[in-house]
Nanobody
Framework: EGKLVESGGGLVQAGGSLRLSCAAS????????IGWFRQAPGKEREGVSC????????YVADSVKGRFTISSDNAKNTVYLQMNSLTPEDTAVYYC??????????????????????WGQGTQVTVSS
């Protein structure tokens, strides 16, 4: 049974940086992707970025392109989301998700991710002005 655990959220001032981690375990698929999503209060969840665990391909949403970078350490089964130049608009609960193939994950970005089967518990990111 797959499991995802996020960490790294916190409170940061505008212009600052955070690195989120998503530790994955129990996945036996040959081809799957890890997606990062966020949901701000009163807003629909949005897809931020995803990375293929099989070929390393990545997607980054236009809303965060140039500021957020996704990467993967396969030895640690962990996916990272490096977030730079944060603004108050980035304040949200950030989730990682899995359960789709690379092709599916890339096709469904930046939508809310209802197709994913596995979700972490989320980590709060708060950016103060």
């Amino acid at each position: 049974e797959g499991k995802l655990v996020e960490s790294g959220g916190g409170l940061v001032q505008a212009g600052g940086s955070l690195r989120l981690s998503c530790a994955a375990s129990g996945f036996t698929f040959d081809d799957y992707a890890i997606g990062w999503f966020r949901q701000a209060p009163g807003k629909e969840r949005e897809g931020v970025s995803c990375i293929s665990k099989s070929d390393g391909g990545t997607y980054v949403a236009d809303s965060v392109k140039g500021r957020f970078t996704i990467s993967s350490d396969n030895a640690k089964n962990t996916v990272y989301l490096q977030m730079n130049s944060l603004t108050p608009e980035d304040t949200a609960v950030y989730y990682c998700a899995a359960g789709l193939t690379t092709a599916q994950a890339m096709a469904y970005m930046p939508y809310p991710g209802y197709e994913y089967d596995y979700w972490g518990q989320g980590t709060q990111v708060t950016v103060s002005s």
